[in-house]
């Protein structure tokens, strides 16, 4: 596909480019689009559609500069593949002990259980990059009844299954709609959940635009979302309000575990196959 942006889309997509390579994570279109929104490449909210989609579908299907098809996370459409399968038992037998990885509980021995819920949709990634085997609950704005009643079967279960304090840490945007959002469906949760749980708004709070220096929503001024701060000071925020409710080292320790096991399985599976290969 022949395509040949001019040179201010060059610009943008370069910069786009550099975004994209700037985390160690797939990123979403709409967290890039806040990214270039931040920097001024866009006016307002009104260029998502017009002007950033368009340019930036057509360098990754033109493969341009890097660009590909596949370089942005997509978290709403997954395709269903069925019909492959292994061509024969020994493949099958193979695929078995390559597959086969040993998975410890995280949970079990820890003080805490606990849960990430957070309002950006779009940065998914982000928050399973830094909060390693904590359970993840996006709400991309208000969540639908279902969703709520299954958060609160899902804590039931939890407390059933742990028997200890369970803490839900929250971060979302700081603007109205970004602090009730919270509230009223931890009001719905709470009601529908048969076990206590504390609940803790981690961020964004009043304050945190100036300690990490977040820029102003540029269509709501005083407003701030989660998407314009830095990934740096993301991690940070996740990271630091996570490890305060898991005994350090631990999880550090469960998968070495896990990778000792794994390793005495595969020399115990190999050995299985050979005898089978032997046998008569």
């Not at 819920?117 to 982000?126: D, K, L, N, T, V």
């Not at 929250?170 to 469906?185: H, N, Q, R, V």
Request: charged letters at 30%; proline letters at 6%.
């Amino acid at each position: 596909m022949s395509y040949r942006p001019h040179e201010k889309q060059r610009v943008i997509l370069n910069k786009a480019m550099d975004f994209v390579n700037s985390v160690p994570y797939k990123v979403t279109a709409r967290w890039l689009f806040y990214r270039l929104l931040q920097e001024g490449i866009y006016s307002g909210k009104g260029d998502y559609k017009g002007k950033y989609l368009p340019l930036i579908s057509m360098a990754r299907k033109a493969f341009h500069n890097g660009w590909h098809p596949d370089i942005l996370a997509d978290d709403t459409r997954q395709a269903v593949i069925r019909g492959n399968g292994f061509d024969s038992e020994d493949e099958w037998l193979e695929a078995i002990g390559e597959q086969l990885e040993c998975n410890l509980d995280k949970w079990t021995d820890q003080p805490y259980y606990v849960g990430s819920w957070f309002e950006a949709h779009a940065m998914r990634g982000q928050f399973e990059h830094y909060s390693n085997h904590v359970t993840l609950m996006p709400f991309g704005g208000d969540p639908s009844i279902p969703y709520k009643w299954a958060a609160a079967k899902r804590l039931e279960e939890r407390a059933r299954r742990y028997r200890k304090p369970i803490v839900i840490l929250y971060f979302g945007d700081l603007d109205p709609k970004g602090l009730t959002i919270p509230e009223s469906a931890i009001a719905d949760i709470r009601e529908w959940c048969g076990v206590d749980f504390e609940f803790i708004r981690c961020a964004l709070n009043p304050g945190d635009e100036a300690i990490y220096n977040i820029p102003e929503n540029p269509d709501r001024p005083g407003q701030f979302q989660w998407e314009a701060l830095g990934d740096e000071a993301a991690g940070e925020l996740i990271t630091e309000n996570v490890e305060k409710f898991i005994s350090p080292g631990y999880f550090s320790e469960i998968e070495k575990q896990e990778r000792e096991i794994t390793a005495r399985f595969s020399e115990t599976w190999s050995a299985f196959l050979e005898r089978i290969r032997q046998a008569p």
